[in-house]
């Protein structure tokens, strides 16, 4: 069933996604010419829909003429939803479910790319693998590992209390992306200075991807890209990377 919604609100316009055992909550923001290509934003692991970098993205990417959607993944900030037996069973399911929400509004045209950072673009690559998926035509990821060997500890030394999305403290398959399939229109962004996640990553991403692809790296980037310069280039970056390969995509 297509959800109604306005079709202009400068800030957003909040809704409640349903899924197993209750509903995510995410924010729909859309740009003056409808229908339009749509990004969906994956926050990281202890993040939120709300945080300052997501914020400012949404906003240049609305201004290219983009639709977005962010969202809280179950367990996170205002999403209140029922676990799958993993941490990354239940988040892939969200992501599903979005990407599905998405195909189904008139507001967007058929074109869906995805965006994550850290944990996010993890989630986003396995989203636009996913066979059962709807079609991804272009992926950006930031700060993302390769494998997910630290977060594996913290989740079951129970460090992590409020991202647990299940009880049980179990991560999930894949805990690396080294079976990921070859895909294509990824743009892969890493700072060299980031201490949770090492550039290296990046490159073993990168590598597995098919063309056209591309890797950018920032020298003095962390791993949330606090310096604003840093940020601001990686966000029109990222924003350019969709208006070639989303918005002109087939």
Not at 8 to 14: D, E, K, P, V
Not at 176 to 187: W, Y
Not at 222 to 248: E, Y
């Amino acid at each position: 069933m297509r959800s109604e919604m306005p079709y202009a609100n400068i800030s957003g316009t909040a809704v409640a996604i349903p899924v197993t055992g209750g509903s995510l909550a995410a924010l729909v923001r859309l740009p003056t010419q409808l229908p339009a290509p749509t990004v969906i934003c994956c926050h990281g692991l202890l993040s939120s829909k709300d945080s300052s970098k997501f914020a400012a993205i949404v906003e240049d990417l609305c201004q290219a003429g983009f639709a977005t959607v962010r969202f809280d993944f179950s367990g996170c900030g205002e999403s209140r939803s029922a676990s799958e037996a993993s941490l990354l069973g239940t988040r892939l399911r969200d992501l599903l479910r979005v990407m599905a929400f998405v195909q189904e509004q008139d507001w967007n045209n058929g074109q869906l790319g995805l965006m994550g950072c850290s944990l996010g673009g993890y989630l986003a690559l396995l989203g636009a693998a996913d066979s059962s998926s709807v079609g991804v035509k272009a992926l950006v990821c930031w700060a993302t590992p390769f494998d997910l060997a630290g977060i594996r500890t913290a989740l079951e030394s129970g460090n992590l209390p409020h991202a647990m999305a299940t009880a049980s403290r179990q991560l999930g398959e894949p805990q690396d992306l080294a079976g990921l399939p070859p895909l294509s229109r990824v743009l892969v962004v890493h700072g060299q200075q980031d201490a949770t996640v090492g550039w290296r990553a990046a490159i073993e991403i990168y590598r597995r991807m098919a063309d056209p692809k591309e890797l950018l790296l920032f020298e003095e980037a962390d791993h949330r890209f606090v310096d604003p310069a840093c940020r601001n280039m990686a966000i029109q970056a990222s924003t350019d990377w969709f208006r070639k390969h989303l918005a002109g995509s087939p």
